[in-house]
C-alpha cells in the first residue's frame, strides 16, 4: 500500500483523499476532489475515472468515493452539485442521481448494504466540543427513510 500513495503523490503531486482496495486495484481519489485514479496492486497507474466537469457523466468536487461491490460500481458524491454519480469499476458512465432533496450539506456519507446511504451532519459549538446534529438513511435518489437527532 505505500507504494501505491508514493507513486500517486510523486506522479500526480497531490495528496490523496480516500483510498479504496477492490480486486487487484486500487482506487484513488485526490484531496483537491478533481480527480479519481486506479492502479494495479503493483503501483502502476491503470486509468482515470470520470472528470471534472458539468456533464451527467463527470463531477465538480469529489466528496467521497464508494464501493457498491455487488453491483460492481464506483460511487462518486459530488458535494457540489449534491448528487451521485455511478461508474463500472472499469470507468464507464453509469448513472447520476441527485440529492437535491437534501437541505443543506452534510459532512459525511456512506454507502448501506441495503442500497441506500447513510448521511450526517455534526455540530461544532466549540473549539473542543462536536456533537452528531443529524443523521439520516436516503435513497439513491435523496428520499429520506429515516431521520435520527
Not at 483510498?19 to 484513488?28: A, E, F, G, N, S
Not at 437535491?100 to 451532519?121: T, V
Request: proline share 1%.
Amino acid at each position: 500500500m505505500k507504494l501505491i500513495l508514493e507513486v500517486f503523490q510523486n506522479s500526480l503531486d497531490t495528496n490523496f483523499s480516500h483510498l479504496l482496495d477492490y480486486d487487484d486495484k486500487y482506487i484513488v481519489s485526490s484531496s483537491s476532489g478533481q480527480s479519481i485514479c486506479v492502479f494495479d496492486k503493483q503501483g502502476k497507474f491503470l486509468y482515470n475515472i470520470g472528470s471534472v466537469g458539468r456533464a451527467d457523466n463527470e463531477y465538480l468536487i469529489i466528496g467521497r468515493i464508494m464501493l457498491d461491490e455487488k453491483q460492481e460500481q464506483l460511487i462518486v458524491y459530488d458535494i457540489m452539485s449534491c448528487r451521485l454519480v455511478y461508474y463500472t469499476i472499469s470507468g464507464e458512465f453509469v448513472k447520476a442521481e441527485s440529492l437535491k432533496g437534501i437541505e443543506g450539506s452534510f459532512d459525511e456519507i456512506i454507502n448501506l448494504p441495503n442500497g441506500n446511504f447513510l448521511i450526517y451532519r455534526f455540530t461544532h459549538t466549540s473549539k473542543n466540543s462536536t456533537s452528531l446534529n443529524t443523521l439520516r438513511e436516503i435513497t439513491p435518489s435523496g428520499e429520506v427513510v429515516a431521520t435520527h437527532w
